[in-house]
Protein backbone atom coordinates (compact mmCIF):
# COMPACT_ATOMS: atom_id res chain seq x y z
CA UNK A 1 0.00 0.00 0.00
CA UNK A 2 1.46 3.39 -0.75
CA UNK A 3 1.37 6.70 1.43
CA UNK A 4 1.67 9.92 0.54
CA UNK A 5 4.22 11.70 2.36
CA UNK A 6 3.64 14.77 4.21
CA UNK A 7 5.99 17.71 5.04
CA UNK A 8 4.43 19.08 7.25
CA UNK A 9 3.08 16.73 9.37
CA UNK A 10 5.82 14.78 9.66
CA UNK A 11 5.25 10.69 10.41
CA UNK A 12 6.68 7.77 11.01
CA UNK A 13 4.63 5.50 9.05
CA UNK A 14 6.19 2.64 7.28
CA UNK A 15 9.58 3.53 9.32
CA UNK A 16 8.49 2.22 12.68
CA UNK A 17 10.80 -0.36 12.79
CA UNK A 18 14.17 1.85 12.50
CA UNK A 19 15.97 2.36 15.66
CA UNK A 20 16.10 6.21 13.69
CA UNK A 21 12.77 6.48 12.57
CA UNK A 22 11.75 10.15 13.87
CA UNK A 23 15.40 11.01 12.19
CA UNK A 24 14.49 8.65 8.90
CA UNK A 25 10.81 9.94 8.55
CA UNK A 26 12.50 13.98 8.77
CA UNK A 27 14.80 12.59 5.60
CA UNK A 28 11.81 11.58 3.81
CA UNK A 29 9.51 14.92 4.23
CA UNK A 30 12.42 16.41 2.94
CA UNK A 31 12.90 14.72 -0.41
CA UNK A 32 8.66 15.45 -0.56
CA UNK A 33 9.23 19.30 -0.18
CA UNK A 34 11.95 18.92 -2.52
CA UNK A 35 9.33 17.58 -4.86
CA UNK A 36 6.76 19.45 -4.29
CA UNK A 37 8.62 22.83 -3.69
CA UNK A 38 11.18 22.48 -7.65
CA UNK A 39 8.52 19.81 -9.26
CA UNK A 40 5.23 20.43 -7.74
CA UNK A 41 4.70 17.01 -7.27
CA UNK A 42 3.28 14.59 -4.46
CA UNK A 43 5.98 12.11 -2.80
CA UNK A 44 4.73 8.79 -2.38
CA UNK A 45 6.36 5.68 -1.27
CA UNK A 46 5.72 1.90 -1.04
CA UNK A 47 6.80 -0.80 1.28
CA UNK A 48 9.96 -2.55 -0.51
CA UNK A 49 7.98 -5.45 -0.14
CA UNK A 50 5.62 -4.40 -2.41
CA UNK A 51 8.18 -3.07 -4.65
CA UNK A 52 10.71 -5.58 -5.57
CA UNK A 53 11.67 -3.68 -9.10
CA UNK A 54 12.62 -0.44 -7.45
CA UNK A 55 15.13 -2.63 -5.23
CA UNK A 56 16.36 -5.00 -7.97
CA UNK A 57 16.53 -1.67 -10.25
CA UNK A 58 19.03 0.16 -7.49
CA UNK A 59 20.73 -3.01 -6.50
CA UNK A 60 21.95 -3.55 -9.87
CA UNK A 61 23.37 -0.31 -10.08
CA UNK A 62 25.18 -0.32 -6.67
CA UNK A 63 26.26 -3.59 -7.47
CA UNK A 64 27.85 -3.40 -11.16
CA UNK A 65 28.83 0.41 -10.63
CA UNK A 66 30.74 0.37 -7.20
CA UNK A 67 30.30 -3.38 -5.83
CA UNK A 68 28.44 -2.23 -3.01
CA UNK A 69 25.34 -4.35 -1.07
CA UNK A 70 23.96 -3.03 1.73
CA UNK A 71 23.11 -5.51 4.71
CA UNK A 72 20.91 -2.81 6.33
CA UNK A 73 16.92 -3.63 5.40
CA UNK A 74 14.57 -1.92 3.02
CA UNK A 75 11.88 -0.37 4.28
CA UNK A 76 10.47 1.60 1.65
CA UNK A 77 11.29 2.77 -1.74
CA UNK A 78 9.71 5.41 -4.05
CA UNK A 79 10.33 6.05 -7.95
CA UNK A 80 8.88 9.22 -9.91
CA UNK A 81 9.55 10.66 -13.52
CA UNK A 82 10.06 14.19 -13.66
CA UNK A 83 10.56 15.72 -16.68
CA UNK A 84 13.83 14.07 -18.49
CA UNK A 85 14.93 12.30 -14.90
CA UNK A 86 13.79 9.28 -13.54
CA UNK A 87 14.23 9.41 -9.60
CA UNK A 88 14.65 6.41 -7.56
CA UNK A 89 14.71 5.71 -3.95
CA UNK A 90 15.49 3.40 -1.12
CA UNK A 91 14.93 3.99 2.66
CA UNK A 92 16.24 1.72 5.12
CA UNK A 93 16.07 1.06 8.36
CA UNK A 94 19.86 1.47 9.63
CA UNK A 95 18.57 5.69 8.48
CA UNK A 96 20.01 5.68 5.17
CA UNK A 97 18.43 6.97 2.01
CA UNK A 98 20.12 5.39 -1.56
CA UNK A 99 18.51 7.56 -4.69
CA UNK A 100 19.12 6.86 -8.12
CA UNK A 101 18.85 10.07 -10.29
CA UNK A 102 18.96 8.54 -14.08
CA UNK A 103 18.61 11.65 -16.56
CA UNK A 104 17.37 9.92 -19.64
CA UNK A 105 18.77 11.81 -22.41
CA UNK A 106 22.22 12.86 -20.91
CA UNK A 107 24.33 10.32 -19.55
CA UNK A 108 26.49 13.05 -17.86
CA UNK A 109 24.05 13.73 -15.08
CA UNK A 110 23.54 10.64 -13.95
CA UNK A 111 24.17 10.17 -10.22
CA UNK A 112 24.15 8.06 -6.87
CA UNK A 113 23.17 9.14 -4.03
CA UNK A 114 23.55 8.38 -0.38
CA UNK A 115 21.86 10.51 2.01
CA UNK A 116 22.26 9.61 6.38
CA UNK A 117 19.77 10.11 8.91
CA UNK A 118 20.52 12.47 12.14
CA UNK A 119 22.37 9.94 14.50
CA UNK A 120 23.20 6.90 12.39
CA UNK A 121 26.61 5.88 11.73
CA UNK A 122 28.30 5.96 8.28
CA UNK A 123 27.39 2.44 7.29
CA UNK A 124 30.61 0.07 6.71
CA UNK A 125 30.11 -0.71 2.60
CA UNK A 126 30.08 2.95 2.14
CA UNK A 127 32.84 3.55 4.77
CA UNK A 128 34.95 0.79 3.19
CA UNK A 129 34.25 2.14 -0.20
CA UNK A 130 36.02 5.81 1.46
CA UNK A 131 33.10 8.04 0.57
CA UNK A 132 33.19 11.61 1.76
CA UNK A 133 30.15 13.21 3.68
CA UNK A 134 29.28 16.55 3.29
CA UNK A 135 26.82 18.05 6.00
CA UNK A 136 23.35 20.30 5.72
CA UNK A 137 21.00 21.85 7.74
CA UNK A 138 17.46 20.86 6.83
CA UNK A 139 13.97 22.15 9.11
CA UNK A 140 13.39 18.23 8.90
CA UNK A 141 15.98 16.16 8.98
CA UNK A 142 18.16 18.33 11.03
CA UNK A 143 22.05 17.60 9.90
CA UNK A 144 22.21 15.83 6.88
CA UNK A 145 25.10 14.24 5.46
CA UNK A 146 25.59 13.07 1.88
CA UNK A 147 27.72 11.84 -0.89
CA UNK A 148 27.64 10.35 -4.58
CA UNK A 149 28.71 8.98 -7.17
CA UNK A 150 28.42 9.69 -10.94
CA UNK A 151 26.81 6.35 -13.07
CA UNK A 152 28.85 5.25 -15.91
CA UNK A 153 27.09 2.39 -17.14
CA UNK A 154 23.31 2.30 -19.08
CA UNK A 155 20.29 1.27 -17.31
Known amino acids: MSY ?31 FMNKYKREFTVVPADE ?14 ERDIEFAAKPLETSRLK ?11 ADGLEVNVLYTVDNPKKRAVGFKLSEGMEVPKELEEKK ?3 ARRKSKLAGTIRGSFFVIKGEY
Not at 6 to 29: I, Q, Y
Not at 51 to 64: A, D, F, H, M, P
Not at 82 to 92: A, K, L, R, S
Open 82 to 92: VENIDWTFVFY
Open 131 to 133: FKF
Open 51 to 64: SQGNLNYVNRILKE
Open 4 to 34: KVDFKNVSTVGLESSPVAEALAGLRANEARY
